[in-house]
T-cell receptor, first 113, second 115 residues
Framework: RKEVEQDPGPFNVPEGATVAFNCTYS??????FFWYRQDCRKEPKLLMS???SGNEDGRFTAQLNRASQYISLLIRDSKLSDSATYLC??????????????FGKGTKLSVKP | GAGVSQSPSNKVTEKGKDVELRCDPISGHTALYWYRQSLGQGLEFLIYFQGNSAPDKSGLPSDRFSAERTGGSVSTLTIQRTQQEDSAVYLC?????????????FGQGTRLTVV
């Protein structure tokens, strides 16, 4: 089983749609979780951290389910500028130390007018 | 600047030559990561440095690859006797040393082409 798995997509949605991405991870000891976005031929950029209580940043909502080892990202009212690849990232650190960051292969989103 | 800086931004080298790629992390970030990304592929972990701890080298694909981090700051990734399959974008990232430190920030990468 891969350490971090995502549906590769692509997801093709119209402007204004709500879209959800899912991610599963294999290591139950993983400590922290993130979503990144990567535009074509650019470096990945941190979108948001994911906390157990769930967290929201404007149109973006991230959820973590530790029991199911599952992470989600919801984008509401999608914009053309949301078109990118979304990467699920898991940190294998323990306690106060930060371990390796493992990236999923990403889900491609294309928002159409 | 305040971000992660990588140099060179592009490098074309002949097969068999050695190359060195440089990464200047964000000031105060004690964790530093190297990844590579081939065209259309995901990020492949190479190596991770955390403070004075021994680096996690588990992602280095062969003994032709090595990396060091001097003084807990600047890092150099060295590829010896380059092969065509080494062609990729090499990305460096840095982060704070706490497990909820907010994730890592990437440089713009070095695009390596081996001809």
């Amino acid at each position: 089983r891969k350490e971090v798995e995502q549906d590769p997509g692509p997801f093709n949605v119209p402007e204004g749609a709500t879209v959800a991405f899912n991610c599963t991870y294999s290591n139950s000891a993983s400590q922290s979780f993130f979503w990144y976005r990567q535009d074509c031929r650019k470096e990945p950029k941190l979108l948001m951290s994911v906390y157990s209580s769930g967290n929201e940043d404007g149109r973006f909502t991230a959820q973590l389910n530790r029991a199911s080892q599952y992470i989600s990202l919801l984008i509401r009212d999608s914009k053309l500028s949301d078109s990118a690849t979304y990467l699920c990232v898991v940190n294998m650190g323990y306690g106060g130390s930060q371990g390796n960051l493992i990236f999923g292969k990403g889900t491609k989103l294309s928002v159409k007018p | 600047g305040a971000g992660v800086s990588q140099s060179p931004s592009n490098k074309v080298t002949e097969k068999g030559k050695d190359v060195e790629l440089r990464c200047d992390p964000i000031s105060g970030h004690t964790a530093l990561y190297w990844y590579r990304q081939s065209l259309g592929q995901g990020l492949e972990f190479l190596i991770y440095f955390q403070g004075n701890s021994a680096p996690d080298k588990s992602g280095l694909p062969s003994d032709r690859f090595s990396a060091e981090r001097t003084g807990g700051s600047v890092s150099t990734l060295t590829i010896q006797r380059t092969q065509q399959e080494d062609s990729a974008v090499y990305l460096c990232a840095s982060s704070l040393a706490t497990y909820r430190g907010g994730g890592a920030f990437f440089g713009q990468g070095t695009r390596l082409t081996v001809v």
